[in-house]
């Protein structure tokens, strides 16, 4: 479905951040909304005819030789999707008021792109990203999460800004879940002082399973975690050497060139 309206999106809680990555238009968390700005050029007629619609003699048959077709999908499904956000006059005002639109556009102007667009018979016409509205990100991490390789590292966006961000997330888990395993514990032994279950061979064997893994169970889930860790720091390490010596050479190049 398409997205739903500005006003609705308050309604819903959600603050509208201004994003200029086309991958996160219309990506949703919680509490916030990432909304991309519409470029000036795209309510250019004369860029669409330019850079956007195919020339004449031009063979779209073949892919390699016009991107065109392709990149008015995207810039079509990118127009019907602010179709859809800005709905009404109060939306046109809040996307003022956001920077969303280019401040010399008018309401009544706005109404006959919508109207041009013909909203109601474009989806055959738009990029099939835009057949979908809002995407939640948590969603997409895990989508990423198992379809990337290798995949411990990558997800839509980056999750964690800071090693300490890391081991906060990481150690909270790991201490809800040993708060259980004690509660668990304590059931088990007052369990164990009543005669009928001390009694009972089934019982006995699942405390004395649990309380084993109870020890060994919080040591391996550490040692994971910091098996992580230090994968995703000789990873990020590697990246930033070749990363340093790629812009050391940009810059020497720059340095002897006149």
Request: aromatic share 14%; glycine share 4%.
């Amino acid at each position: 479905m398409p997205p739903r309206p500005l006003h609705r999106q308050l309604l819903l809680f959600r603050e509208l951040f201004v994003t200029e990555q086309m991958d996160m238009h219309l990506v949703w968390t919680s509490g916030r909304l990432f909304v991309k700005p519409i470029p000036r050029f795209l309510l250019d007629p004369a860029f669409w005819m330019e850079y956007l619609c195919c020339q004449s003699g031009c063979s779209c048959s073949v892919a390699s030789e016009c991107n065109r077709p392709a990149l008015q999908r995207r810039a079509l499904g990118f127009l019907f999707s602010y179709a859809a956000l800005i709905s009404h006059e109060s939306d046109f005002s809040i996307a003022q008021d956001k920077h969303l639109l280019p401040p010399d556009v008018t309401w009544l102007a706005w109404k006959h792109l919508v109207e041009q667009l013909d909203t109601e018979h474009i989806y055959s016409k738009v990029d099939a990203r835009f057949h979908y509205g809002e995407l939640r990100l948590s969603r997409l991490n895990k989508i990423y999460l198992l379809s990337q390789r290798p995949f411990l590292l990558h997800r839509y966006t980056p999750h964690w800004q800071q090693y300490g961000a890391f081991f906060q997330d990481n150690f909270a888990w790991l201490a809800s879940t040993t708060i259980y395993i004690t509660i668990a514990l304590t059931a088990m032994q007052v369990g164990l002082a009543t005669r009928t279950l001390a009694d009972n061979d089934a019982f006995q064997s699942v405390s004395y399973g649990f309380t084993v893994f109870s020890i060994l169970g919080p040591v391996a889930a550490v040692g994971l975690i910091v098996l992580v860790f230090c994968y995703m720091f000789i990873h990020n390490w590697a990246a930033t050497v070749a990363y340093g010596k790629k812009r050391q050479q940009h810059i020497a190049n720059s340095s002897e060139s006149p």
